[in-house]
Each structure stands twice: as structure tokens, then as C-alpha cells.
């Protein structure tokens, strides 16, 4: 089958290597229907060093069960699934309380021994505990929004919900890409009045209005900072979402919060050491956040897609076949396109 | 009046400054009965620059109104008060959510034209929002548990409640200072049904058992965290009170929290930055905490501090004459002395 390899950094290929097969029990072997180009990926698009072997890609899919291991019981052949980006047994503590990233027995894909989703197929370890079946037809239109549920829009989420929004709460929003975008929509669901995307891409920015952001502001840095405390009577705002990663993005975060307030970080942190002395500390801010447990969100977040209600799936604004693979990379690096969906 | 203050590392003393006065309708003077030293005095103790006018001393004390301003209501002449670590005027919207050390017109002891509580009197802003009223005489043997909610009984207060620490968590404490002792009261008190207290001062962490502390562990840094994790089959605990301010405590904080966890930091930070990279982010830990609005809390902890459930003031094993006061900054710098009162 196809399968797509970073070998390096900027260096994207889509090569054939041998089909997946069911190994154990509890594995499920599912036929990609769509995948897609994460930001995260663009981290090692960065800066991956040369690799000879190269590294499996892609940690977002949906499809169709084609196999299952004989202790497989929630999915069958057939079936239409999510796959979230990490994969988890279901059943032990951390799963049981929601942080399937945390999973006793689960991991990540594209390490060890499974493969990525940017590809034709995937062996889905612990597929009871994995995948969400959702009775749609492959071809069906709600296929990108389903997708999100992978990650992007489970992430948003994950930011909104470990910052505790509510109807009381002020939000911004750093960062205009998929996630940050889906946590504009993510705090407005649970009621966040006031929301302040902070992104300097039109096209992406007025999406951003239409999931529910109130204010925009192109401005990045000190003067980014001011705009929001201008909007806010000097204060910042109760909540503010990271969804970047970079540094500047963390120290924008730590000039918009109100005292008392949250900065929840899901871009994936592109430093070890941040400020975290009296600037943190003095304000009572709290610092949250992580990987999404994606897992935990779909049946919550499934209904209002499934009927309409919302349509995360607009953050895909490009589509491609597999074999365009690299061309999506430097679409998404070159901010042509938010993000690209890939036909497998 | 005599009064402490410091003027540089190691160089405390008791001087004679003019008598403060009501200076403003909203204030009060305070006749202080007892102050003391506090584990972050300790710090400017180790690292002041030399200053040829020194710097007022002390934010812990309680005492009996001699003066109000014309428009103080809730405090008048003859009050036994407590007086939280930072002055605040109780209205103001940051007041009204408990954030006190935020407030819109408050401060902290010791800044602009306010004086310190290692003195024989202090002229206190906001008296209204600032002073608690306690209906006990000034030679009550309740004195000094009443003098912790000045500050470090509210402060292991406000870590456990900033970490949500419920029935359903397990807690480490890392720091056997008076906060951490005082933090494992609280989270005794919230409930929590394992409490493991890291510390190396056999009679301190002896209080600790008393206060409620199920687990004692001597042993610091690889040592300390493995012996948590031995506790813990491996997991760590839910939440970490880091009750010290050093990187190391931050470090084991890190080492001994569960994913999905809490750090919440009351000592003062002596750092800047820190490591909030992947070992922060990747298992959702959230880092909270910040200096504790006491105010917000002392209505709360009062009750069982006046009918004798808990006794806070065994903290304090040592107590001195104000002029004393440069022995006890050396007898709590020695370890030789937990918690020392001044006797005004």
C-alpha cells in the first residue's frame, strides 16, 4: 500500500510498503478513508534531522474496518470509524477518568510498531477502546467534520474544557490555525460571552467569527498584548487558550490573562524552559493543558455534528489525493491552506 | 516605636522609627500583640542587597485597634483584628471572587508608604476590606493559631483549594515549613485520604502526622521521587503542594505528580524559568497556585480554630521579644526554630 515518510526535515514521500495485517486479538485493521496534515506535523517539518528509514506520518484518520482480531468486540467489518490520535485499551484508570493520553496499556501512533494514518491502511491496536463507530455512509458529506474528531476539534475542546469556560468566562484565543480556531468554537459552545481570536489571516480570522469569536486582533506581541487589554478595560481575559506552541505565543498568553485566570496550552510547548516566576505566580495563574485525550470527547462532541448544529469540518479548506502528500505539507507550511484533507 | 528592619543579607535590626498615625478616613492603626517571622523572609535574609535605609519587615500579625479613620464601620477601637498578608478594600470585583492579592486598590505590607508587622504598631489601609474582628482577649492562648491566618495557615489553605483537593485525591507536600505543615492540615480538612509529606526534620514531620500526614518521606531529589512513586504503585499522587520556592521542589513536585495532576505552588518562586516543556505538558499535569488571599479565607478557617478542632499555632515553637527579632531570623535560618513569634 501507500504510506506517507518524513525522511528530514522539509523532505515529504509517499511510498508503497507492505499491508498492514491483523497481529493481535485486540487489533482492528482499518481502510483510510480520509486523513490529514496536522500542525504538529509541521513541527518536524521544521526541524526533523535526516532520517534513512524516515519516520510514518499521520495521526488523524476515519475509514472502514476491513479485519478485526478475534477479542474484537465493538467494531466490526464494515463499520464506519474515528480513530483518535492516540490509542488506548478503555478500560484501566486513566482511560475511566478520561485521560486516554495517559492510557496504562495505549500510545501514540507512528511509534514502535504502529504506523501513521497518512497512508491507505492502519493496524489499530486495543480497537474496542480506540475507534468510535458512527453510522454514516463513507461518501457521506460529515466525513471532514467526523475527521476533526480525531483531533483538531477534540483538542479545542480539551483547551476549553481544562480552562473550565463557562458562561462566566472570558476567552482568548492564540492562534488562527485548525485548533485554535476549533477552540473559538469549543468555548462558545460551553458559553463563553466574549471570545478574542487572536490570528492575523483573514480568511481564517472570519471563520473564526462565524464559530463564535467576538473580537479579532491581528496584532502579535507587546502590541497584540495591548489591543486585548484594550478590549478588556485593562484586565485580559478569565481564559486564554495556547494553540501554537512557540514561545512568543506563551508569553502573549501569560500579557493576556487576568489575574486569577488560565492559560491552557494545547499546541504542542516547541521549548522546555518558560517563565513561570512572578509573572505566573503573582496573578494566581493557573497553567494547564496537554495532549488532547481525544478519545474522551467524541460522544460528547458526535450529536450537534451528526445534525449540523456545527460543522468543524470547515477548517479544511484544501483536499488532495495520498499520493499529493508532500504537496500538502507545503501548502499548510506556506499558509496556503489551513489544513488539507487527504483522499487515501 | 521599634520596629524590624533589614538591610541587606543577614543584616537584621530593631529600630526606633516615629510612631504611625491614621493618615487617611479609611485607615486603621493597629497595636500589634504578636507578629513573626515568615519562610519567605528568609529569602531577601539570604540575598538583600546592601540598603542604607533598609526595608520594613514582616506581613503576619494580629493586634487591637487603637484609631480609625472617619469612615471605617466594620473594626473600631478596642477590636482584636487580624491583619492577612496583603491589604485590600473588599469590594472591588477581584475581592468579591476571593482574589484579595489582586484587589484594584489593595497592596502588600512593606511597599510604598505602608511599614511592616514586625513593629509595635502598623497604620493599615482599607481597614474595612483589610481586618477580621475576632472576639477573643489579646492574652488568649488562641493568639498565635489565629495569627497563622495571617498567612500561613491560608496559604496551605489556598494550595490545597487551588489544586481541588477533595476525598478523591491523594497529595504530596513537599516542604516541612510551616506552610507545608499547614497544607497538610488543609487538605486533611478537605478531605483527602492520603497525605505524603516530604521533609527532613523529624519533629516537624512528627507535626505533620499529627496534622494529618499518612506518609512521612526523608529523602530528597531521585531518592525523594522514587519513594513516592514506591507508595504510590508507581503513579505518584493527584496533587503536589510545592511549599518551598526552590527548583529542586519544583523538579520533585514534577517527579512525584500523577498525570493528570495538580502542582500547586505556594513558596515563593526563586526562579524564573522553569521546565514546562513535555514533562509538564505531554501528561497534563496543570501547574497552579500564587500567593494566597488570605483574606478569602480566614471567615472560613476561623470556626474550628476558635472552638478547638484545629490548632495551627503549634507552628510556632519559638517565641521572642520584638528586639529580638534579629534571632529569630537566625534561629529560623539555622533550622534551629520552625516558626518564631515576636512579642510586641
Known sequence: MRATYMYGAGDVRVIDVPDPVVQHPTDALVRVVRSCVCGSDLHPYHNMPVSEQGESMGHEFVGVVEDVGSEVRTVGKGDFVIAPFAWSDGTCDFCREGLQTSCRHGGFWNAGDVRGGQAEAVRVPLADGTLVPVPVEEKSPLVPSLLTLSDVYGTGYHAAVKARVTA???????????????????????????????????????????????????????????????????????????????????????GVVRPGGVI?????????????????????????????????????????????TVDPGRVFDTELSLDAAPDAYRAMDDRRSLKVLLRA
Open 168 to 254: 462566566d468566562t472570558t476567552v482568548t484565543v492564540i492562534g488562527d490555525g485548525a485548533v485554535g480556531l476549533l477552540g473559538v468554537l469549543s468555548a462558545r459552545q460551553l458559553g463563553a460571552p466574549r471570545i478574542i481570536l487572536m490570528g492575523r489571516h483573514k480568511e481564517r480570522t472570519d471563520l473564526g467569527r462565524e464559530f463564535g469569536a467576538t473580537d479579532v486582533v491581528a496584532e502579535r506581541g507587546a502590541e497584540g498584548v495591548a489591543a486585548v487589554r484594550e478590549l478588556t478595560r485593562g484586565d485580559g481575559t478569565h481564559v486564554v487558550i495556547e494553540a501554537v506552541g512557540h514561545m512568543p505565543a506563551y508569553e502573549q498568553a501569560l
Open 264 to 308: 491552557s496550552r494545547v499546541g504542542l510547548p516547541q521549548y522546555n524552559n518558560a517563565p513561570v516566576g512572578w509573572d505566573l505566580f503573582g496573578p494566581n495563574i493557573t497553567l494547564t493543558g496537554g495532549p488532547a485525550p481525544a478519545r474522551a470527547y467524541i460522544e460528547t462532541l458526535l450529536p450537534a455534528v451528526l445534525d449540523g
